[in-house]
């Protein structure tokens, strides 16, 4: 319990000094804020539109609004969290200065991902739960605690298990030296989450690999608000392979760490 407080004052300190950066440069501040409303609002207004008189593969649009806020919550809680302390590692594998990180009394994949992410995300992260919480009233579904619960499970699964697979990525960066590009690819894949499983069921099966395991992350979530059965089989199988995936990609990091030399 001890360990946990302290790593949670850790994490606390970081993103008040992250926030802390953001605000002193209110310029640059605000802009943010607005460029994350006009993400949120184009992506809102292109399925808004496009499924005003057809279904988006076999999918309704109050379907969809609840798919699209899982993709909201999903992308801005990686942004919020995660994304900045990416970019600082890949730079840090660059410039030797990860070796700091290596050196301190606190576990380095924590420091690294724990440095916190600026407001507009939050607050985009936030209209992310209006968005799927108006799409489910649409559908006129009496949501269950269970149902809830078991949604906010998987959603916080499935934000740690894409964390994962892009800092599966960056350990590249160990073995091949520095390669800025693979943070680029990882959002690139992440972009397949804004829409459902069945999208992809016609590619080829070595798109799929890249494409399908994003599209669950946020298609099985979706499922348990707006499935008039609880997805029993479904919510199992995502739970336990995104866990072994976590746990697999924890070691591969302590592994990948002895082949790193400072300045790789």
């Keep these: 319990m001890n360990k946990f407080k302290r790593y949670l004052s850790i994490f606390y300190i ?76 890949i730079r840090g594998i660059r410039d030797g200065t990860f070796d700091y990180y290596l050196t301190r009394p606190v576990d380095s994949q924590f420091l690294i991902s724990a440095v916190g992410g600026g407001i507009h995300n939050l607050l985009a992260l936030i209209f992310g739960i209006f968005v ?43 073995k091949y030296g520095y390669i800025e590009e693979v943070l680029d690819l990882g959002f690139s894949f992440q972009n397949a989450s804004k829409y459902p499983l069945d999208a992809f069921t016609k590619l080829p099966i070595y798109l799929l690999l890249f494409t399908l395991p994003f599209s669950a992350l946020t298609t099985i979530p979706t499922h348990i608000l ?36 400072s300045s790789s």
């Excluded at 409303?37 to 969809?64: D, H, P």
């Excluded at 269970?146 to 160990?174: D, E, G, M, P």
């Excluded at 499935?227 to 990091?253: A, E, K, Y």
């Design 14 to 89: 970081l993103s008040r000094n992250s926030l802390s950066r953001d605000i002193s440069f209110r310029f640059s501040f605000f802009m943010s804020i607005f460029g994350g409303f006009c993400y949120v609002a184009l992506n809102f207004f292109i399925i808004f539109f496009l499924t005003q008189r057809v279904s988006l593969f076999g999918w309704t649009q109050k379907e969809m609004f609840v798919l699209l806020g899982s993709f909201y919550i999903l992308t801005y809680a990686m942004f919020l969290f995660f994304w900045r302390g990416f970019i600082n590692l």
């Design 226 to 261: 707006i499935d008039t059965i609880f997805p029993t089989q479904m919510f199992v199988l995502f739970i336990g392979g995104s866990i072994l995936f976590i746990i697999l990609v924890r070691l591969i990091w302590l592994r990948s760490l002895k082949s790193y030399t």
């Design 132 to 174: 799927v919480f108006y799409g489910v009233n649409l559908l006129q579904i009496n949501l269950s605690l269970f149902q809830i619960i078991a949604w906010a499970f998987a959603i916080i699964v499935s934000v740690v298990a894409c964390y994962s697979y892009v800092l599966l990525l960056i350990t590249l960066n160990f």
